[in-house]
């Protein structure tokens, strides 16, 4: 794989290369060419990568491709410097009054939750964007790591943590993620959760399970129960469903997204506002990315895809960090500041 990721990277080539949860195998997916494949909808085996809040997806097709698959077999080092959580550059109050301003349109009605986000500028070294990837695998063995390239949408890398939706047949499988707090070394069943943790989760829950009703026979939802990402812990449900007809699997993607844990509820509403007031574009950040129709290198009826949060965007000697949080009534501006401050060491450990 490295000889055609050295290719891919001096000819400006459209590369992903990307590994599962839980397993070791990562995948490559090479473009023989530099051409870009915008779609609207999904219709056949693909690999896509969707944005925050256009309609128009990036794929590869698996025709168009030289894919190909290794195990991990390799060593990696991790700086020994402690890389300062918070950056000097940051505004702060802007983020500060921009959760204010969701606090009083979820008071005046306007929303019941927004996930506002900030984007923050650090120093890389651009001869190391292999060790960071590979950090990230070693990092972040249950999360979703990937590298993504096409010369006309730009470099993204990350680790997330959240399914947006596994549908294999007819069987669709989901997963509520909200609430974030640090990993203080409790034991998982003991950690105790706010009100407004709670009720975040609930949202998000409420979303996915009333997204797939039209589309199911039968919705089942775990209890929630406290799950470990990185250093970070959240409230977890899981959630799984029976499609009435496979058709609908396209609709019942893009009835999911953007789910409340990365836009709010109501999600037009909750995306107005967020485009309206963050004062940035985030691109892909919030979009979702993964296998369409395709597994394991093969065409397949199986479909695994991932919102893309935990990412940076990568230019040249530049990383973009995108950092957001659940905001709802009992939010406090300034905690949800540094709670963006605690996401960004997922990334900042890499670096």
């Known amino acids: ?36 494949n915008k779609v609207t909808e999904l219709t056949k085996s693909c690999f896509v990568f969707a944005p925050f809040s256009n309609d128009e ?39 500060i009054l921009l959760v204010s301003k969701g606090i009083k349109a979820i008071e005046n009605g306007s929303v019941e939750k927004v996930v506002l986000s900030r984007k923050e500028e650090v120093l890389i070294n651009e001869n190391s964007y292999e060790i960071y990837f590979k950090r990230f695998l070693k990092k972040y063995p249950t999360a979703f790591v990937y590298w993504f390239y096409h010369p006309e949408i730009g470099m993204w890398m990350g680790a997330t943590p959240e399914q947006l939706v596994k549908i294999e047949h007819n069987k669709v499988q989901s997963v509520a993620l909200a609430g974030t707090m640090v990993d203080s070394g409790f034991n998982l069943n003991d950690v105790v959760w706010g009100d407004k943790e709670r009720n975040e989760q609930q949202i998000v829950t409420q979303f996915i399970v009333d997204g797939l009703k039209p589309f199911s026979e039968q919705v089942k939802v775990s209890k929630p129960y406290t799950t470990k990402a990185g250093s970070l812990l959240h409230i977890k449900t899981d959630i799984q469903a029976e499609l009435s007809n496979n058709e609908n699997a396209f609709k019942v993607v893009e009835a999911l997204h953007p789910t409340p844990a990365l836009c709010g509820f109501p999600k037009r509403e909750a995306q107005h506002f967020i485009i309206a007031n963050e004062g940035y574009n985030r691109e892909y950040y ?32 530049k990383a973009y960090l995108f950092l957001g949080g659940g905001v709802n009534k009992d939010s406090n501006p300034e905690n949800e500041y540094y709670e963006t401050v605690n996401k960004s060491k997922t990334v900042k450990n890499i670096l």
């Open 286 to 317: 919030g979009g979702y990315l993964g296998e369409w129709k395709f597994n394991n290198l093969d065409y397949s009826e199986n479909t695994n895809l991932f919102v893309n949060l935990r990412c940076m965007k990568i230019e040249k000697s």
């Open 1 to 36: 794989m490295n000889d055609l990721l050295v290719k891919a990277l001096s000819k400006n080539y459209p590369f992903v290369i990307y590994r599962k949860p839980n397993d070791t195998t990562r995948f490559g997916w090479f473009q023989n060419e530099n051409h870009l």
């Open 57 to 95: 997806k990036v794929v590869f097709y698996p025709d168009e491709c030289q894919l190909v698959q290794e195990d991990q077999d390799f060593n990696v080092d991790f700086s020994e410097k402690e890389e300062s959580l918070e950056n000097a550059n940051v505004d702060k109050s802007f983020h």
